[in-house]
Nanobody, 123 residues
Framework: VQLQASGGGLVEAGGSLRLSCAAS????????MGWFRQAPMKEREFVAT????????VYADSVVGRFTISRDNAKDTVYLQMNSLKPEDTAIYYC?????????????????WGQGTQVTVSS
């Protein structure tokens, strides 16, 4: 399984970015997808997850109302729309997938990861 994340960049506070993660190597539509992030000197933390169908999503409290996770199973791609960005959102963002079809919040439930994409929000 390979995951390729893209879409990061430098944006001012209050701005928006959309991250994409293209998957290959297995039937994308059967499995959970998630986004995590890791800031310097911090542990990788959960951001958002979506089930196999796209019908169920869960978000970290810190991004509720600002971020939206979605997936296009026809394109084997998951997205993270990030609005009203804050400097504290600055991190490397990783997409992941695991063996479950349902939403998963724990890092250990994901066994494949993309290479990460840098998001930097300036104040």
């Amino acid at each position: 399984v390979q995951l390729q994340a893209s879409g990061g960049g430098l944006v001012e506070a209050g701005g928006s970015l959309r991250l994409s993660c293209a998957a290959s190597g297995r039937t994308f539509s059967r499995y959970v997808m998630g986004w995590f992030r890791q800031a310097p000197m911090k542990e990788r933390e959960f951001v958002a997850t979506i089930d196999w169908s796209g019908g169920s999503t869960v978000y970290a409290d810190s991004v509720v109302g600002r971020f939206t996770i979605s997936r296009d199973n026809a394109k084997d791609t998951v997205y993270l729309q990030m609005n009203s960005l804050k400097p504290e959102d600055t991190a490397i963002y990783y997409c992941g997938t695991g063996s479950s079809s349902q939403t998963r919040l724990r890092r250990r439930d994901y066994n494949y990861w993309g290479q990460g994409t840098q998001v930097t929000v300036s104040s």
